[in-house]
């Protein structure tokens, strides 16, 4: 019996998702929350058991402060917007945990990595994707990935 291995991505509007059957690459789509939700039941029925590996963002806890004494205008906005954009991401990858811990789901957690998600010759190199992907995709084939190895 092999299993599922679903790679994600988090993100506060679309999850990078990326499905591994019997350790090839079969699947890459952006879904939210709703739709992993809505596909766990058909992925469980196939009697292959499911495992999700996520990219652990709510182990960042970091304030992206330059050196500096003081922050205004531009500077202060830009330490604003990169802070809520983590945050954001770190509410989804808290919510979508929940939701998997219903179904007696548990991901394995990832360290954050920008692997593939720039590189998209080395990515279709390793799995042999030639299909569509964005740089979230292919950042959550890369914790597929990971739980196929």
Known sequence: M????IGIDPDS?????????DGKLTGLNCLSLVDIVK???QWQELDKGVEFHVEDVCANNAV??????SYSGK????VKARSRTL?????????????????????VKHKISKMWKKDRAQFEK????????NEDT?????FGWLGCK
């Open 2 to 5: 092999s299993k599922i291995i």
């Open 13 to 21: 509007k679309a999850h990078g998702v990326a499905v591994y059957m």
């Open 39 to 41: 596909m766990i039941p």
């Open 64 to 69: 992206f402060m330059k050196p500096k004494k």
């Open 75 to 78: 500077d202060l906005a830009e």
């Open 87 to 107: 945050g954001m991401c770190q509410q989804a990858q808290s919510e979508l945990e929940v939701f998997l811990a219903s179904f007696l789901i548990f991901p």
């Open 126 to 133: 390793i799995t042999g994707w030639k299909g569509r992907s």
């Open 138 to 142: 292919r950042s959550a084939a890369y």
